[in-house]
Nanobody, 120 residues
C-alpha cells in the first residue's frame, strides 16, 4: 500500500490558480497510474484527471479540460495538479489516488484530501 499526502489547497478567487501536490511514500509510484478526484458537498467523488506511469497518457474530465494539467515526477514520487482559470464550481475536496494496475480508470489507494474553495 502506498501512502498519499495532498497539499496546496486553499481559498482562491474565481479566475485564479492553485497547484496541488501529492507526495507518495511507502512504495515507488513509478509503475502506477495516478489520479486526482474531487468531491463537492452532496455529490459523488469523481475523477478529474489521470496520468499513466510514464506521463505520456492522460485523462481529463470535460469540465476541466484546457484549465487543469496533471503531471508527475517519478524521481520525487510526487504528482501535481495545476489548476488555472478556477471557477466556483471547482470548489471541492481534492483527493490523490494511486492505481496499482496502471489503468487510468482503476484506483486502489487514496489520500486524505485537500480543500479547494473558489470564491466568486
Amino acid at each position: 500500500q502506498v501512502q498519499l499526502v495532498e497539499s496546496g489547497g486553499g481559498l482562491v478567487q474565481a479566475g485564479g490558480s492553485l497547484r496541488l501536490s501529492c507526495a507518495a511514500s511507502g512504495r515507488t509510484i513509478r509503475n502506477y497510474a495516478m489520479g486526482w478526484f474531487r468531491q463537492a458537498p452532496e455529490k459523488e467523488r469523481a475523477l478529474v484527471a489521470g496520468i499513466g506511469w510514464s506521463g505520456g497518457n492522460t485523462y481529463y474530465a470535460d469540465s476541466v479540460k484546457g484549465r487543469f494539467t496533471i503531471s508527475r515526477d517519478n524521481a520525487k514520487n510526487t504528482v501535481y495538479l495545476q489548476m488555472n482559470s478556477l471557477k466556483p464550481e471547482d470548489t471541492a475536496v481534492y483527493y490523490c489516488a494511486a492505481g496499482t494496475r496502471g489503468r487510468l480508470d482503476q484506483y486502489d489507494d487514496w489520500g486524505q484530501g485537500t480543500q479547494v474553495t473558489v470564491s466568486s
